[in-house]
Structures are given as structure tokens and as C-alpha cells.
């Protein structure tokens, strides 16, 4: 009895600490679109963060499995998101998010590198990006970071 | 060789020094400036960078003359042409604003937009990778 009650008392505290995650890489993700909401906001000439984009990568984070490593954000001159996986310069992944349901991203691995499109229904991430982030993340084992 | 108003030459050597204005915290990271800050301007198919050195100061000093709107400068990645047009890009002048240059060659797929973004996010991991991230300190 004891037993199961601390395994369930564990499965809540990951459980609160996965969604602790993720709502933090979402706050973040709202933040930087709040930043770039205006026209040109970075003097160039840049479109606003598309809302669509913004929820579509919100979408993304929550549908993304807990396993996997959280990403950063980055906001892109055709108001799209970028999400990046970065665990050193030379090992990348990045996902742009934009208006539409096909997801661009592309890979760096030294010198290997790549790109490609997949559809995102707004719930489950595609296998080939899941093993992308693995991939990258996973390298050496030393980058790994928690949810 | 032909020179420009501000006295650099026409064609830009490989390995000039090409800086990257960052004014948004989220263009990078404590490791590196992200992709997403290379990536071209639609309205121009280009992405706006500086012929000068990588030196703090001069960055500053660069960002004052030139900027445009209420924005301040956060920090600045810096890479040399060649590394740029090992991607397949080029490094061209465009003069005003003085020591301004362009990265021209952009993919742009009229028919595919989604794999359009692809290949640019492609082409700008590999110049991130290979840029150095300068903290630029507030004057």
C-alpha cells in the first residue's frame, strides 16, 4: 500500500514538473510574441509574430513527448517562429512554425545537415522530428536536459 | 578596384568581417546567435549586415549611426564572407547607410513556401554556426 501511494505521489510530482516545464517554455514563447507584435519591431522592416504561428507552437511544446528536451524560441522576419534545440554551436535543430500546417525544420550534426517539411495536425509531432531532436540531443549523452 | 562612398572596396574580400545587428533578446543565447537571426527580410530577400570589425565599441558606434526605430541594440554576431558564401550565399555593398552590406541568394520557392523555409533555415544554422557572438554592453 505504501508502495503505491509513493508511486503515485512520484507520478504526480514528474507530472507537475513536466507541465511546470512546459508552461514555462509557453510563457516564454508568449513573451517574445508580445515583444515582436508590432510592425518592423526590429527596424528592418520585419512582419509582426503571427498569432497563428504563436498558437500552432504553443501546439507544438504541449504536444511534444516529455522525454524530450524543451526548446527555445526565436522570432523570424515573416512573423513565423523558429523553435531551436541547441546543445552546442555546431550540433542544431530547428523547427520553423508558421500560419501554415506544415512544419519546416532543418539539422546540423557538424558537418552533416539537412532539411525537411512534415504536416503537424496540432497534436502529435511528427516521428521524423522526434527522432531529429533525439538525434541531436543525444549525441555524446552529456547535453541532455530535462523537460 | 572601384571604392565605395565609404571607402571600402566594391567587392567585398572573403575575409572581411561582416557584423549582424541583434536587437531581440531571442535571436540568441548565452552559446550562440540563433538561425532565425540570419534568415532574409521578405520584402527585401536579403538580410542586412555591417563591413566592420567585431569590436564592441565599434559595433556600438555603428548601431548608433545607422539604426532605424526605437529598438536597442542587445548584442551582435560577427562571421567572415567566406564562411557566408561557403552556404552558398553571397556578400554584396549597398551604400547608404556607410559600410553596408547585403546577403543575397536567398532561396525563394514561389510554389512552396513551407520548403522554401526549410532550405533559408538550412543556410542560416550553418552561418550561425559559424559566427562568433559579441556582447555589446548598453552605452
New interface residues.
Given amino acids: 500500500m505504501r508502495d503505491a501511494v509513493t508511486a503515485v505521489v512520484d507520478h504526480a510530482e514528474q507530472s507537475q514538473a513536466l507541465f511546470g516545464g512546459k508552461a514555462t517554455a509557453i510563457s516564454n514563447l508568449k513573451t ?1 510574441a508580445k ?2 507584435s508590432t510592425p ?8 509582426p509574430v503571427n498569432p497563428i504561428a504563436v498558437l500552432l507552437a504553443e501546439n507544438f511544446v504541449r504536444a511534444l513527448p516529455d522525454d524530450l528536451p524543451l526548446p ?7 512573423g ?1 517562429v ?1 523553435l ?1 534545440w ?1 546543445p ?3 550540433r ?1 535543430f ?1 523547427i ?1 512554425v ?1 500560419s ?1 500546417d ?7 550534426d557538424g558537418s552533416d ?5 512534415a504536416r503537424f495536425d496540432g497534436s502529435r509531432v511528427p516521428a521524423r522530428i522526434i527522432e531529429g531532436i533525439k538525434e541531436i540531443m543525444d549525441h555524446g549523452n552529456s547535453t541532455l536536459r530535462p523537460a | 578596384m572601384a571604392t565605395l562612398p565609404s571607402g571600402l572596396p566594391e567587392i567585398v574580400a572573403d575575409e572581411e568581417e561582416l557584423v549582424r545587428f541583434l536587437t531581440q533578446s531571442n535571436r540568441f543565447n548565452s552559446i550562440m546567435a540563433k538561425p532565425a537571426a540570419f534568415l532574409p527580410n521578405p520584402k527585401f530577400r536579403n538580410t542586412s549586415v555591417f563591413r566592420i570589425i567585431p569590436d564592441p565599441e565599434l559595433i556600438r558606434l555603428a548601431w548608433q549611426q545607422n539604426k532605424v526605430g526605437e529598438g536597442s541594440l542587445k548584442a551582435a554576431a560577427a562571421c567572415t564572407a567566406i564562411e557566408v558564401r561557403k552556404t552558398g550565399l553571397d556578400v554584396l555593398p549597398e551604400e547608404p547607410p556607410s559600410r553596408h552590406a547585403n546577403l543575397e541568394g536567398w532561396p525563394w520557392l514561389d510554389g512552396d513556401a513551407d520548403l522554401q523555409r526549410a532550405k533559408q533555415l538550412e543556410i542560416a544554422q550553418g552561418i550561425a554556426q559559424k559566427s562568433k557572438l559579441v556582447a555589446v554592453t548598453a552605452p
Fill in positions: 517574445m515583444e515582436c518592423d519591431w526590429d527596424g528592418e522592416g520585419t512582419v527555445e524560441f526565436a522570432p523570424e522576419p515573416d513565423s523558429t531551436d541547441i552546442s554551436q555546431h542544431l530547428s520553423s508558421s501554415s506544415r512544419l519546416a525544420y532543418a539539422w546540423l545537415k539537412g532539411h525537411a517539411v
